[in-house]
DNA sequence: ACGGAATCGGGTAATTAGGGAG
DNA sequence: TCTGTCCTAATTACCCGATTCC
């Protein structure tokens, strides 16, 4: 079978063509690195596209297993965030969506841990963004840490009902944040 | 029921659907798990509703055959360029994205095999959306057809320049659009 | 209706895959 | 982080006469 013209890859074609052993590419397939559809049997097959976008990304890219994905607008605050997330979590790898188009894409190619999600954006709506990520089974288990100038008992409510971990005010009170957060990912951690 | 949804299917088109081989749908075929008609001459066809019945198995995830995402924000548009295409393409996966979250999210859930791109949205421009798509190497090999309301030489030129495989103008042009549409995916086809 | 190429069915053997613990 | 191994299950290759398609 002459694989150079198939875009659907079995777990051995794509060992061949990452260079590794077929059960790392099971591997993989299991902890999320690589997307994969399934035969009604069960048996995994791969994007050729998937397997070269994998051979293509940096090393860092793979090695980094904890990341954060900052959902604002506003790109000053964004950078401020971005400053106390990389001060908390030195290793980690922090990408910033500033409009919504980003903010869908980041969430699958980054495939973060942690989103810290703005609710009050131009053009784009916090609430329905939360609900997608916690909807999606996917996606379901990122930690949604909202934020809002508009700290009422409403919003809170509704983005709680809708998934979120917790909801912050603005400006951040990060000392709350910090145990907040570590809190929250220690938890998951545990649980997975 | 629509006639026209109607078909029966060979074995090696079953086959092709669901990402098996031949035998494996002869040997589904046998053990009951896949219901078929038979020939005058013994030969299995299968009805393409139990095909993607088994295709929409909760556990299993297959990725359709053929898809198209339309982003655009102009509902009207979009949902006439829907049906335009359901008739063009009648067992493709057609999925709209009316806002930029969603294009960025369905990009990479429904990994479409064709986008039709319009340019001129509100808070979202489709010449980055494009410029990101194309040099994503997972998103590549999508066929980008853009649009646009001011069809000019510039926008023409940029948005081919950025990637896309070609531009129409608004009001659309549908027996021409059908033409090069189709053309696209046999070349995409024959090359992948 | 004829011919040739592609595909099918049946049956069985061989290969590959998934899960999980190491 | 990647890989070898064990067991069971899913998938595929192979052979050949028959059927379909154009």
């Not at 590419?25 to 976008?53: K, V, Y």
């Not at 106390?84 to 910033?96: C, G, H, Q, R, S």
Request: hydrophobic share 45%; glycine share 4%.
């Amino acid at each position: 079978m002459d694989i150079s013209k198939k875009s659907l890859l079995t777990p051995a074609e794509a060992a061949k063509l990452l260079h590794v052993a077929p059960t790392t590419i099971r591997h993989w397939a299991q902890i999320g690195r690589l997307p994969f559809i399934s035969t009604p049997g069960g048996h995994r097959r791969f994007d050729r596209n998937d397997i070269l976008s994998l051979m293509s990304t940096p090393k860092i890219n793979v090695k980094n297993d904890f990341s954060i994905l900052i959902i604002e607008d506003d790109k000053e605050f964004a950078d401020m965030l971005t400053q106390f997330l990389e001060n908390l979590f030195p290793y980690a790898k922090i990408k910033i969506a500033y409009n919504p188009f980003d903010a869908g894409d980041l969430l699958h190619t980054v495939k973060p841990d942690v989103v810290m999600l703005d609710l009050m954006m131009v053009g784009m709506d916090g609430f329905s963004i939360c609900h997608r990520i916690k909807s999606t089974p996917a996606t379901a288990n990122i930690i949604v840490i909202a934020m809002t100038g508009a700290l009422t008992d409403d919003n809170v409510s509704r983005i709680v009902a809708l998934g979120a971990e917790t909801c912050f005010g603005k400006p951040l009170n990060f000392t709350l944040l910090e145990k907040t957060i570590k809190q929250l990912v220690e938890q998951k951690k545990a649980t997975s």
